[in-house]
């Protein structure tokens, strides 16, 4: 795999393909960041996130967590020190799972966006943007039906967080696209030069397919969730045996979440995925990529049954490490 596919691997966009190629020429310790609002517990979002960020870092790049405390108080998630205790969890947690703790740099957004300097370029920005375009930028990551002032504050300290934190690349999930093409836009009118971008997909509902993954509304998996748990929640996940479920009766387009997982979590951190069935359900069989797996189930060779079973397993094996690490720590 060159370094051009290993940055690119599962990811949906890049902003611009041209800019990431040249990055890819030479990604020694050049800056790649993602921002966070600190939730304490880490779940199959962050995680997907999480690869990235270890597949960047594979490639020689430094990895910058940006635990934003401010942001997550602009959107009523806590009180400020509520938000930074959380947000010190977070960090033991990402390292727990597997990000190299030598080349990742956290990073609390009040260690800087109450400078001076920040705040006279976040009222630059404010002359800039109206409140329909801050309002459109931050519609998919807002807490609450109304947005409130503070929110529209938001995207723009995003883009200023990508100068300020002098970037050579950018990552998000899909969710982040709109702030990010804002960043684009507004980071010239300061004459600072924005940075590439590049956007992972966003899950699917674990028990329905439609909509996202989300740990405020249906179900996930995160580091904390025992053996036990893991297998019952996937047990219970919805998987239909092809990967392009149809248009259900209400006109929504499900995908299939467990086949999401396998392809964004498991295959990009293990080589091969064994599974073991008993000879009357054809033997055991060992996958070496996504696609062979995915036309098993397409095809029938595959149960879903099967496949779930598999997929809990080793969702226990990614998270049992960063599990065992922080129950030492407690």
């Given at each position: 795999m060159?370094?051009?596919d290993k940055i690119t691997q599962n990811v949906v966009e890049s902003i611009t393909d041209a800019e990431i190629r040249t990055l890819a020429e030479s990604p020694l310790d050049k800056r790649a960041y993602v921002g966070f609002e600190p939730s304490g517990?880490?779940?199959?979002?962050?995680?997907?996130?999480?690869?990235k960020l270890i597949d960047l870092q594979e490639v020689g790049m430094k990895i910058v967590v940006l635990l934003a405390d401010l942001h997550a108080y602009l959107n009523g998630k806590g009180s400020l020190e509520e938000i930074q205790h959380t947000a010190e969890i977070m960090q033991k947690q990402f390292i727990a799972y597997g990000l190299?703790?030598?080349?990742?740099?956290?990073?609390?957004?009040?260690?800087?966006q109450l400078e001076k300097e920040y705040i006279l370029d976040l009222h630059k920005l404010g002359t800039l943007v109206t409140l329909n375009r801050a309002?459109?930028?931050?519609?998919?990551?807002q807490s609450?039906?109304?947005?409130?002032?503070?929110?529209?504050?938001?995207?723009?300290?995003?883009?200023?967080?990508?100068?300020y934190l002098d970037l050579d690349l950018a990552v998000g999930g899909t969710?982040?696209?709109?702030?990010?093409?804002?960043?684009r836009e507004l980071l010239p009118e300061l004459g600072y030069s924005p940075c590439p971008m590049i956007h992972t997909p966003i899950l699917s509902n674990l028990t329905t397919g439609i909509g996202k993954m989300s740990s405020s509304v249906g179900t996930t998996i995160s580091m904390e969730d025992s053996p036990e748990s893991i297998h019952k929640k996937i047990n219970k996940a919805f998987c239909p045996p092809t990967a392009t479920p149809p248009e259900d009766q209400d006109g929504n387009n499900p995908e299939n979440p467990v086949l999401q997982i396998f392809q964004f979590h498991i295959f990009p951190r293990f080589e091969q995925?064994?599974?073991?069935r008993n000879d009357k359900h054809g033997g055991t069989i060992t996958y070496n990529s996504y696609t062979d797996l995915e036309h098993d189930i397409e095809s029938g060779n595959l149960h879903p049954q099967d496949a779930k079973k598999t997929l809990a397993h080793y969702l226990d094996n990614l998270i049992h490490s960063g599990r065992e690490r922080l129950t030492d720590q407690s």
């Open positions: 060159t370094t051009y517990v880490l779940h199959l979002g962050h995680m997907l996130t999480a690869n190299d703790e030598g080349q990742t740099e956290f990073v609390h957004g009040s260690d800087f309002n459109r930028a931050m519609a998919e990551i609450g039906d109304v947005p409130k002032v503070s929110q529209a504050v938001y995207p723009i300290m995003q883009t200023l967080d990508m100068h969710d982040q696209r709109k702030v990010h093409v804002l960043a995925i064994t599974v073991e």
